[in-house]
């Protein structure tokens, strides 16, 4: 079977229907491609739809595109890729123009102008969001629509198990094409010029997450096993302010975490501990609005001299002394989350309500250049799946949607072009180190060769996801040393080393989890420094690259996003 299309025209395939995934077939069959978008689960279920921040953007005529690319390239703590940040803001406005033109109603005021929207580390309220904190579901549902209502052919319930590869260049990819719970599925292989990766992120590494549970690493682990490149793998976000799900939960919805928007601390609420004390600052000067990273790991110390108890969200201050009234306005500004609290039986207009770090974004992945091309003929990246350079150590807020829209559709209008040409061009400006298996296999082995007893290699429990899910959680999580790294690189060398056969989809998930995470625990041994997400506590602080003290300024604070521009709130 090939990707669905006029013929003669080049074949494309993609993997994942976010906004990075549908924006590359929409744009690649604008082109003249054939198109095939193939989704492991319906078209509309993807991470897009849970986003509830929003997309960033220079939209204000008082905002500036070089504030915005400083505070992508502070948060990334140095390692962002410049040239990536500026395509990323540079072609951000157009890309978010090119929604609201799809469909796509951003929240506005009375005036008609839309409404900004402050999120931690931006320097400048330039997060625009639709219904509230319903950003992401309303980007997916103009997209999907366009996409129906276009030439690109759609295979839903179809799970990824391989990229067929033919003399060195990626050929086609073979799926488990309608498996249900009582039916296996049918496996199927179809050919393309292109095939591009949109498969989202892998937040099921961990027992804590935001993810939807097809976040998987499918893409990752496919690309890995094709012998293409990754890269930044340590660096793993994790969300400060998550709303734990409740066992004793009248309905299913509120027995699953939910993540509490940025987007309400940057209205004002505040992070407290159980005493009622604001606690954010002793961690750093910008508080509550200081970048994902550091609140996350304020939020776990805190737990810790709690024992493990959870912090409180306190927005009982935020926009009227009135409680009725500031009901209605969370009600307004946040109608998910406010339903989201309410099922689980919480008023945050009157009293604080608990939450938890968990596992959220992953900036590394595949590596790609700036127009999402791989290491690997023919493969394209794009979304979270991909590492492109903007994120760094550590992503910005509401830079994720605008990354998937800008380089999802920079993947599409080349693709035609790039299998005209039969070549593979290449930009090294988003080149870092490769990490190769063999760079997976010398980190584990050197540190097995250093430990103190024996091989350093313990005895492991039987595999499971949530067995990797915990050992993730314990020793590969917000907070790092060599002991737990080494722990878990030897439960995971011996987990893979066992022969296991996977039938169903959630087989090869398992497979595909315990790829991703062999490559992750390695990146996290072999970065000794502490930087951004990936934080040691027996590590070092890593300097400054010279381009980070630039931007910050001679007199900066190392620390802090913003030198001189306002953080206060703007409500809406």
Partial sequence: MTAHGTEGAPSAIVVGSGIAGLLTALHAVEHGCRVTLVTKDVLEHANTRFAQGGIAGVMFDDDRADDHVRDTLVAGAGLSDPAAVRVLVDEGPARIRELIALGVAFDRDDSGGFVKGLEAAHSYPRILHAGGDATGTAIEKALVARLRASDVAVVEHAFLVDLVVTDGRVSGVELIVGETDAASGRRETIEADAVVLATGGAGELYA??????????????????????????????????????????????????FLVSEAVRGEGATLVDEHGRRFAFDAHPDGELAPRDVVARAIARQMETQSGRPVFLDA???????????????????????????????????????????????????RTDLFGRTTLPGLYAVGEVARTGVHGANRLASNSLLEGAVFG???????????????????????????????????????????????????????????????????????????????AASVISTWRAQQRTPVTEHDFEDENLLLVAEHLVAAALARRESVGAHFRSDGTPAEAPAHLAAVRGANADPHSPSTHLSKEPVAC
Avoid: C, K
């Avoid at 935001?210 to 976040?215: F, G, I, K, L, S």
């Avoid at 499918?218 to 793993?236: C, N, Q, S, T």
């Avoid at 490769?434 to 296999?441: E, T």
């Avoid at 540190?447 to 915990?470: I, K, N």
């Fill in 208 to 257: 804590h997450s935001t993810n939807p549970e097809v976040a998987t690493g499918d893409g990752i682990a496919a690309a890995i096993r094709a012998g293409a490149e990754v890269a930044d793998l340590e660096f793993f976000q994790f969300h400060p302010t998550v709303l734990e799900g409740r066992a004793d939960a009248a309905g299913p919805a509120a027995r699953d975490s």
């Fill in 316 to 366: 009982t201050h935020i926009h009227s002394e009135d409680a009725d009234e500031r009901a209605a306005f969370l009600a307004r500004r946040f109608p998910t989350i406010d339903r989201a609290v309410r099922e689980r039986g919480l008023d945050w207009a009157r009293e604080p309500i608990p939450v938890t770090p968990a596992a959220h974004y992953l900036m590394g992945g595949v």
């Fill in 409 to 487: 559709a920079r993947a599409g209008d080349v693709i035609a072009d790039d299998a005209a040409s039969d070549s593979w061009p290449s930009d090294p400006l988003t080149r870092p180190a490769p990490q190769s298996r063999n760079a997976v296999v010398e980190a584990t082995d050197s540190h097995f060769a250093t430990a103190e007893h024996g091989d350093g290699r313990v005895e492991a429990p039987a595999f499971s996801r949530p067995a990797l899910q915990e050992l993730l959680w314990d020793d590969a999580g917000l907070v790092r040393d060599e002991g737990g790294l080494g722990h």
